[in-house]
């Protein structure tokens, strides 16, 4: 089989299983918003799998949905794309033909009146509770290892409408007990306690790793196992997660069906610019 | 695979957004651009108690205070500038049958983006002084957490309804700012930008790819508008920067007639009671009129 | 003499008097603002002049001084105009070559920051400690005249580094003892009530009247004639105001120079559009 | 008739505007034209003790913080992008050498906006519950003075200098923006508009004629420009939209040097004490690998 077949009864890979059960997530008229990832899975997890989710929703039950681009292009024209935007600030980007762009700030997007109903980041910590960590390893003060910072993180987690986290790496350091900075609030105390923080709005929804989907039970404030991607085991997961609970059982991740396998392999990305060529 | 939802309505559907006692904002600055067509059928539609919270208001807000709509105007400014004070306003006002809260220029636009930022309030240390703070009770002192300095704290805009006009928008709700503007038109983005409920009535409605052509140009993108309707000459008697300039006949005759409440009475007899619609309006004014305003200019 | 002739030997007129006057008080590198008042006299004063002086500066001794015209247009070419802009939202504004455009607010000059050195505005009522009024003449809440609204009065005479209260007409109605609404601050209490009512920058600098020019003695925070335009005597002005006190003497308006009447017919105006053909 | 003043100077005369223990905002985004020129004189003069107040920060902090000019730096991130973490800053930062004070990214756009409006504090409604609250003691609570809400109020970014790389500007100061750009070149303009010492450098000093062509895109208008400098390349190894790329070759060589203090110490010795100026720099980088990078677009 050549490298550019793609034919919609090759098993999906685990890539388009993520990119479907996100596409499905996603209601008509939502706006989703998505950074621009550099590099290998981060990219993937952080930015193709985002769009072509938000591209299969359009192409499927949700024609309305705008996907909103580096928070910079509405509905940009994915299928133009030779290659992906190296950076924020590259001429891929500037020249990509889209709807409307955002050329100051504030723009078009009014992030703080809640105009973006969801969207995707990452960090190199996420605990039991769901809060992201971004800027260190270890005490603040003096840490292990300094990493980038707060970023957008804490509006993704608080101004949006819910929040998919992104991790491009199912290792037993990135999901913790308690992270080391709270760079994005998950559920403290639950609902109720994001209340008492005065956070009326957003969250975490899902937590979405090369091995399974976390959700959350919302209430208690408590990651949950929501499903096991094909090819993963129960253990799998419960030996790389340090939060201080097992998971004894979940679903196994919903498998695409032929017709969106068929648009997203066809029609969403036929170029295999975001998911790569099978 | 479904097709994309048009928001295209009627200019009856813009009114029955706006029902008795909205809080209301209508784009367009002093005489310019103001969606005329809708304020029209407001009145026709008998709407009531409505606030008005704007920044540079005109002949709308005098159109609606002169027809009974209005029961208080939020803003800094209501004149008509070289036609002279707003006359019908001045009469409701002098006879205390409409309230107004006034603000300064600059806190006026500041309403609308504390509304865009969700702030519960928008900051200000320079009011002191002024009547204004002796008048508006909106507005209320705090200190400065940081600095420990005297500030006041302005309310946001908050309307319910924005309606604007445009030149051009497509039929999901992408409004495009042409791209030789001035200041004023750049006030119907904030507005705009902060509200739910977005009424965009546009001169024209444009193709998907027309709008991709002038991505750049897309201040408002869809997911922002609630309702798009066409409304060719729209502004009328307004101008629209690079479409027409402004009626001064009209304007003139507007002015004669607004001299009293009667002489008011019979212009919205004439203008706004007879034509049954927009379309109406357009031809009663009449096509030779109407294309003597022409102006050229590109998006 | 025809309509056109602009002899350097003819008199000067009030406005070029009062144009050159204005002239000399700007500093070289200072911002100055000034809106675009339509109608007559109103234009003249609002406008014509005050673009005409700033005009005269830069050829003079301010070089390097900036004309802000209706809040939009930066050192507008003033001589490529055949007729003056009709509004802040016309084509001509549109059109007018210049060095920088406000597109939108908050733009390019930062107006709560004091980036404006001085501004023109006018009222319907000054009073004797420089308040201005705009909003209605009577009570406020019955009032007998409903005026336009305080405009961007409040923010012209605190935010600006100093204002120029341009009066068109010289009528006992406009000048009062006290203001029936405070649109912009003057100077009650002096200086120091100023700054117990927490401004700390800007004020009315002059008060200028077809008959006369009036600053502040900012101390005491009083009206002071300061000189009586050529042809206006002293009993003119007095008769003409309401302030509560009477004005003793006064020195006569400095009258133009030779070099400035010539520039200003010449090279600032030579067409008229903004003093009118003499 | 006098004529008008030039700003035209040396990068030695902006880093003279940059003394010891300045607050600075350095414009560009990540690892995106920044005013590199002036960033490598900084180091070759000596500067300790500043603070970097920024927005979103990449190699220019990781620079000067290997090369110990900072004290302290008030931002959202510092980082490399593709290139990863940035190793200057996180060895001074984990060794306790530095200072960082972490905000998040809009409300680090924010504070400079509260500079432009002369804002003594931006308010906040979100950050219950974050670590920033708990260990930025620069923000400080307090209570909405008409809703009652608990807020935060956060310090305005107030910076004694703001350094910028443009594309176009002309002697007087007028700094051009490009039609077509990104958002991140948005924030200089911000920058640029809440400061009173405001250095920008440019790929080319345009005449007053071209400046009145691009009236619209002068986003940065003369009287609130300091000094002028022409620096072609002057954000290398930066990329400049529109005029060229990254050079990624460099920031490669410049990733595998930072590995060690020592290697960083090599790199700067041969990039930045080595050559004497920018043109020397710009000579020992070599013609060749600069018109490398070109990228071609209008203005």
Redesign the interface.
């Known amino acids: 089989m050549s490298d550019h077949s793609k034919s919609p009864t090759d098993a999906p890979s685990i890539a388009e299983i993520i990119t479907v059960n996100l596409a499905r997530s996603f209601k008509n008229?939502e706006?989703g918003f998505t950074g621009l990832v550099?590099?290998g899975a981060a990219a993937l997890y952080g930015t193709s799998m985002p769009l072509a989710a938000m591209s299969l929703a359009q192409?499927?039950?949700a024609?309305?949905l705008?996907i909103l681009l580096?928070?910079?292009s509405?509905n940009p024209?994915l299928r133009s794309l030779d290659v992906m935007p190296?950076?924020?600030?590259?001429?891929v980007?500037?020249d990509l033909?889209?709807?409307?762009?955002?050329?100051?700030?504030?723009?078009?997007?009014?992030?703080?009146?809640?105009?973006i109903d969801f969207g995707f980041s990452s960090g190199v910590q996420v605990d039991a509770v769901g809060n992201v960590n971004t800027?260190c390893v270890g005490d603040?003060?003096?840490?292990?290892?300094?990493?980038?910072?707060?970023?957008?993180?804490?509006?993704h987690m608080?101004?949006f409408g819910r929040e998919y986290v992104m991790m491009p790496h199912h290792a037993r350091r990135n999901f913790v007990r308690r992270v080391d900075?709270?760079?994005?609030?998950g559920y403290?105390g639950g609902m109720e306690g994001?209340a008492k923080?005065?956070?009326t709005h957003g969250g975490p929804e899902w937590v979405v790793t090369p091995k399974c989907i976390f959700d959350f039970d919302k209430r208690v404030g408590s990651i949950r196992l929501k499903s096991i991607h094909h090819g993963a085991s129960l253990s799998d997961i419960n030996e790389n997660h340090d939060f201080g609970l097992t998971f004894a059982q979940a679903e196994t991740t919903p498998m695409p069906t032929a017709e969106e396998l068929d648009?997203l392999r066809n029609h969403v990305d036929p170029k295999g610019v975001l998911l790569g060529r099978r | 695979m479904t097709d994309r939802t048009s928001k295209i309505g009627t200019i009856a559907d813009a009114v029955a957004l706006i029902p008795d006692g909205t809080r209301l904002a209508i784009g367009g600055f002093a005489i310019y651009q103001h969606p005329m067509a809708v304020v029209r059928e407001l009145i026709r539609a008998g709407r009531k108690d409505l606030t008005v919270v704007g920044t540079v208001n005109g002949n709308e807000v005098d159109l609606l205070a002169g027809a009974g709509c209005l029961a208080k105007v939020e803003t800094s400014y209501v004149g008509l500038e070289k036609f002279g004070l707003a006359p019908n306003f001045r009469r409701a006002i002098e006879r205390g049958t409409l309230e107004v809260v006034d603000y300064s220029e600059i806190l006026s636009f500041d309403r609308f983006r504390a509304s865009q930022e969700n702030l519960s309030f928008w900051p200000c240390d320079y009011l002191g002084g002024t009547d204004v703070l002796t008048h508006n009770k909106d507005i209320k002192p705090f200190t400065c957490p940081l600095t420990g300095r005297a500030m006041h704290a302005v309310p946001p805009a908050d309307p319910d309804v924005v309606v604007i006009h445009a030149v051009a928008a497509d039929r999901h709700g992408n409004v495009i700012l042409p791209q030789r503007h001035l200041l004023p038109q750049s006030l119907d983005v904030i507005m705009a930008r902060g509200c739910d409920t977005v009424i965009v009535t546009a001169e024209t409605i444009v193709s998907d790819a027309e709008i991709r052509r002038h991505a750049a140009q897309v201040q408002i993108p869809s997911y922002k508008t609630t309702l798009v309707v066409e409304a060719p000459w729209g502004a009328h008697p307004c101008s629209v920067l690079g479409r027409y300039r402004a009626d001064d006949a009209h304007f003139a005759e507007y002015i004669a007639a607004s001299a009293s409440a009667d002489g008011f009475q019979r212009y919205i007899d004439r203008y706004v009671h007879g034509p049954a619609d927009h379309m109406a309006y357009l031809a009663l004014v009449g096509i030779k009129q109407l294309t003597s305003l022409t102006e050229i200019d590109r998006l």
């Open positions: 008229g706006v550099t590099g192409a499927m039950h024609p309305d705008t580096a928070g910079w509405h024209d190296d950076s924020e600030f590259d001429a980007l500037r033909p889209c709807e409307a762009q955002m050329i100051s700030y504030p723009g078009q997007w009014a992030i703080k009146r809640g105009d800027v603040y003060r003096k840490p292990k290892v300094r990493l980038v910072g707060p970023i957008l993180l804490p509006e608080t101004l900075y709270v760079s994005g609030v403290p994001r923080l005065g956070l648009l």
